[in-house]
């Protein structure tokens, strides 16, 4: 059995449904880019920085090859991770 480790952000206080969003990356590096910019961003919209600290964190899951829909929440990491890559050199997703 192989497993995959994903990283995320769920998200509780910044437009989000009150189950709390999540997004996952492939990369630790990538999801802390995203953490940070989605904190700014709701700071800078107004949010305080203590509620985007503790309302805005990260997460982890780790991903099991049985897991029903580890593929799919895989591949979407995938390109949540491609979409940031996009932003971050200023280029468009391919869309």
């Given at each position: 059995m192989s497993q995959k480790t994903v990283y995320g952000i769920v998200n509780f206080c910044f437009y989000a449904p009150p189950d709390g969003a999540r997004t996952y990356y492939l990369t630790r590096k990538a999801r802390d880019r995203a953490l940070a910019d989605l904190r700014d961003l709701a700071i800078e919209r107004g949010l305080?920085?203590?509620?985007?600290?503790?309302?805005?964190?990260?997460?982890?899951?780790?991903?099991?090859?049985?897991?029903?829909?580890?593929?799919?929440?895989?591949?979407?990491?995938?390109?949540n991770e491609r979409d940031l890559a996009a932003l971050a050199t200023g280029g468009d997703n391919g869309e």
């Open positions: 305080a920085a203590s509620a985007a600290l503790s309302g805005i964190r990260p997460v982890k899951r780790v991903l099991r090859d049985t897991t029903p829909g580890a593929e799919a929440l895989i591949e979407s990491a995938s390109e």
